[in-house]
T-cell receptor, first 114, second 112 residues
C-alpha cells in the first residue's frame, strides 16, 4: 500500500465515548500531522510529529491526545468530545516540515459527535 | 486571525473557459505557496507551487501567479475541464516557520 491511509473513514461517537483515529504512511516520510477541517474554516493544524517527536501542539484541548509510536503510524485518541468537535480530521505526512512539495494527505475521517 | 484568505467560496465556469481562483495572505514572511485540489471523500492533493523568487509558475493547464507587493496569488486553469471541479485550497509558509497555513478553499464547478 502506498500513500497515507486513514481509518475509519466515518465515525459517530457519543460525548462519553473513547475512540481512536489511525493514520499510516508508507512513503518514508519523517513528519506527520493532524489537521482539522470544519465547515467554512481553513484547515487547522493540530499536532506535528517530526521523527516521532511531537514538535507542535497548536493549543488543542486535552480531549484530543496524539500518539506516534513510529514514523509510519500516527493516532489521535478521542475522549469526552463535544458536538463542536464534529469535523473532517485529516492526517498528512511530508519528508520534512514545510517540504517543498507540501504534504501528502490521507482521505480523512469524518467525525460526528452526538 | 486568518493569515491566508480565499474570499470566494465558490466559482462556476463554462468548460473550455479560464478559471481564476484567488488567494490573499497577510504575513509578509511567507515565501512559499502551494495550491491543493480536493475531491469529495478524498484528501487534498498537491497541485502546483511557487516560491517568492518567482512571479509565475506554469504546469500544463495550471499557472500560478504571485504578486508579492499585493500579497496576492492566483491560480489560472485554462482550458477548464469538468474534471477540474473540486475544492481548491491555497497554502503558504515561511522558510523560517514550521507549518503551512491554509485558506478556507474555493469550490470550483466546471459546467460541461
Amino acid at each position: 500500500e502506498t500513500g497515507v491511509t486513514q481509518t475509519p473513514r466515518h465515525l459517530v461517537m457519543g460525548m462519553t465515548n473513547k475512540k481512536s483515529l489511525k493514520c499510516e504512511q508508507h512513503l518514508g516520510h519523517n513528519a506527520m500531522y493532524w489537521y482539522k477541517q470544519s465547515a467554512k474554516k481553513p484547515l487547522e493544524l493540530m499536532f506535528v510529529y517530526n521523527f516521532k517527536e511531537q514538535t507542535e501542539n497548536n493549543s488543542v484541548p486535552s480531549r484530543f491526545s496524539p500518539e506516534c509510536p513510529n514514523s509510519s503510524h500516527l493516532f489521535l485518541h478521542l475522549h469526552t468530545l463535544q458536538p463542536e468537535d464534529s469535523a473532517l480530521y485529516l492526517c498528512a505526512s511530508s519528508q520534512a516540515r514545510t517540504d517543498s512539495y507540501g504534504y501528502t494527505f490521507g482521505s480523512g475521517t469524518r467525525l460526528t459527535v452526538v | 486571525d486568518q493569515q491566508v484568505k480565499q474570499n470566494s467560496p465558490s466559482l462556476s465556469v463554462q468548460e473550455g473557459r479560464i478559471s481564476i481562483l484567488n488567494c490573499d495572505y497577510t504575513n509578509s514572511m511567507f515565501d512559499y505557496f502551494l495550491w491543493y485540489k480536493k475531491y469529495p471523500a478524498e484528501g487534498p492533493t498537491f497541485l502546483i507551487s511557487i516560491s517568492s523568487i518567482k512571479d509565475k509558475n506554469e504546469d500544463g493547464r495550471f499557472t500560478v501567479f504571485l504578486n508579492k507587493s499585493a500579497k496576492h496569488l492566483s491560480l489560472h486553469i485554462v482550458p477548464s475541464q469538468p474534471g477540474d471541479s473540486a475544492v481548491y485550497f491555497c497554502a503558504a509558509s515561511a522558510s523560517t516557520g514550521n507549518q503551512f497555513y491554509f485558506g478556507t478553499g474555493t469550490s470550483l464547478t466546471v459546467i460541461p
